[in-house]
T-cell receptor, first 114, second 113 residues
Framework: AQSVTQLGSHVSVSEGALVLLRCNYS??????LFWYVQYPNQGLQLLLK??????LVKGINGFEAEFKKSETSFHLTKPSAHMSDAAEYFC????????????FGAGTRLFVKA | ETGVTQSPTHLIKTRGQQVTLRCSSQ?????VSWYQQALGQGPQFIFQ???????GRGNFPPRFSGLQFPNYSSELNVNALELDDSALYLC????????????FGPGTRLTVL
């Protein structure tokens, strides 16, 4: 069975500070991992994804994430937070064995203080 | 290039009624997935359609059903509405199933009274 756990429903950082949003997953098959961002009253937008290959993945808006199989983690980072980064962030895992399925985490709301 | 569109934007129904939500895929995309997002929660996978066939289903009862048409647009039908069905319903399209990027529509906000 697959599951996704996002540690911290709310994270608050100061503008210019490091952003770290945590995601741990469980999967019985090699995982395909994603981070999405959702702004108020909008759909989700893909930030980055890991399928195969390099474990450090770079995405849009300066975000990156590292797939660590030994820790079953896929944490999202950004060196310097910007006010426009304030949004809800979702980690997700997909598989296509026995039918397609995507599991999303509960989300982490990022607040950025001036 | 047209993005994913959903209709209607908002909908209010009463318990026991039936509802149909619609989704138009992004141009060139042959795969559509539907998600239910309750307030304050992450999206929950309902099902995925690939080339008009169901390609996977989440833990939703049979009263949640879907269709995908030859032009790859899609419908989500929910029968016998319950109060807990109140949520944002998101449609996402992608090219060739799972691991490609899913492009999400803005969603349909369903309220069941």
């Amino acid at each position: 069975a697959q599951s996704v756990t996002q540690l911290g429903s709310h994270v608050s950082v100061s503008e210019g500070a490091l952003v770290l949003l945590r995601c741990n997953y469980s999967s019985s098959v090699p995982p395909y991992l994603f981070w999405y961002v959702q702004y108020p009253n909008q759909g989700l937008q893909l930030l980055l994804k890991y399928t195969t290959g390099a474990t450090l993945v770079k995405g849009i808006n300066g975000f990156e994430a590292e797939f660590k199989k030994s820790e079953t983690s896929f944490h999202l980072t950004k060196p310097s937070a910007h006010m426009s980064d304030a949004a809800e962030y979702f980690c997700a895992v997909s598989r296509n064995t026995g039918g397609f399925k995507t599991i999303f985490g509960a989300g982490t709301r990022l607040f950025v203080k001036a | 290039e047209t993005g994913v569109t959903q209709s209607p934007t908002h909908l209010i129904k009463t318990r026991g009624q039936q509802v149909t939500l619609r989704c138009s895929s992004q141009s060139g995309h042959n795969t559509v997935s539907w998600y239910q997002q309750a307030l304050g929660q992450g999206p929950q996978f309902i099902f995925q359609y690939y080339r008009e066939e169901e390609n996977g289903r989440g833990n939703f009862p049979p009263r949640f059903s879907g269709l995908q048409f030859p032009n790859y647009s899609s419908e989500l039908n929910v029968n016998a509405l319950e109060l807990d069905d109140s949520a944002l319903y998101l449609c996402a399209s992608s090219l060739e199933k799972s691991y490609n990027e899913q492009f999400f529509g803005p969603g349909t906000r369903l309220t069941v009274l």
